[in-house]
């Protein structure tokens, strides 16, 4: 399973001197299978360490963080001879082991030449952190250029990465985006679904089905046992509400996440910014930050943390959770469901790097996102999930902000490639979003 951010390892790896790699990223999106399947098979050799399945590793940090003294311990513990100079050392779930995330620190200051990797899923949570001393990197869910890659169609790979705007081409990669909007871009549900192309679709759907079910409750027994200081049953309230209340949109945009109802005798942002952060942290919810008046640049400089949307980080988690069928999607395709779009729109662009997000909303219009480009110019970014590309809410942002360019992501094959000041672009094209967000572009 190909991974785009393999390119930023690799480019790591040869480097003359490096600080250690760290992935971050929630639970089950393959950052063990990057750096030891596709990172891994570069090396001569791979000692992988984890330390949630084999706790008995954390002895090897427990008393001297200096590299020598560490790599001599690990390779009494495993009984293998390691080379730094040659080999990758893998350290899984490192926030099991905090005194292992130090050492990092030690690596990057006395041995830049050792190629150490580690990942986890709850690095976010821990206070004390190498700021500084690490190579860092969040991997998420895979991307739709990621499934596209995954389908194995050679023809419709090659008409994405060109971004081929031809009836055909659009057809396929339609057909493809509700597909992934049902499997979403965890790795194991994306591999179930290609793996079992030769079964009847009921067979494919229920396997796909099944991988969502078990993430799911693998998630909820997460919230008990690294909840720490966080209400562990406050968290689960929210995670569940994310779906519910994405849910109650029919027409329109996402809106504001509402704290009432959520849990019971709470109704402040208050009393639910623990969960909230303790989910964004986990990289289990993605955030969006709604600007109001004249948006400008810096963006973040205008948010108010107690007004957030809520997106959940996957959108094949998200269909499972609101028990959205395969049929169902299919059938609906773009037109109804566009808090969908809405979602999936929110997962690419925080691939892109742009997290937490912002959008804009004034009494009579709302659009989805707004995102600065290279100049600090701020770009307003509509989505509609339908054919229908007409935008009372953009018309109203153009009246009142007067932005240099706009952007629309819709259910059609886009406008002409000459178009550089109202630009329409296919949904499945989110990915290039940001090559239409420099400033020299037009």
Known sequence: MKRALLDNLLAWKSKKTRKPLLIDGARQTGKTFLLQNLLGKTFENVLKIDFLENPEFIEAFSASLSPDDILTNIELLTGEVFNHSTDLLILDEIGECPRALISLKYF?????????????????????????????????????????????????????????????????????????????????????????????????????????????????????????????????????????????VFDGSVKRFKFKGVHERKSRYAEYEGAIKWLHKCRLALKN???????????????????????????????????????EIKQQGYEYNGYVAENYVQQEIAALGIEPSFSWGDARAEIEFIIADDLGRIVPVEVKSGKRTRAKSLQSYIEKCKPHKTIKLTGTQGSPATETKHIVMPLYYTEYLLEHLKGGDD
Do not use: C
């Open 108 to 248: 990057a200051e006395k041995a830049p030449e050792a190629y150490i990797a580690a990942s986890g899923s709850n690095i976010g949570l821990i206070t004390s952190f190498p700021v500084g001393k690490v190579e860092q990197y969040n991997l998420r869910p895979l991307t739709f250029k990621e499934f596209v890659w995954a389908s194995g169609e050679n023809a419709l790979q090659n008409a994405f990465e060109q971004k081929l705007s031809s009836s055909a081409a659009h057809s396929k990669l339609t057909e493809l985006l509700t597909d992934y909007y049902f499997v979403g871009g965890m790795p194991e549900a994306v591999n179930s679904w290609f793996e079992n192309s030769q079964l009847s679709i009921i067979d494919r759907i229920e396997a796909v089905s099944e991988v969502h079910r078990n993430l799911i409750e693998g998630y909820m027994r997460d919230f008990g046992k690294y909840s720490g200081k966080v209400d562990a049953q406050l968290i689960e309230s929210v995670f569940k509400s994310i779906p519910a209340q994405l849910s109650s």
């Open 289 to 327: 930050h709604p600007i109001e008046g004249q948006p400008r640049s810096p963006l973040a400089a205008y948010q108010k943390e107690n007004t957030v949307k809520l997106f959940l980080f996957d959108v094949g988690l998200l269909n499972h959770m609101l028990s959205t069928g395969y049929r």
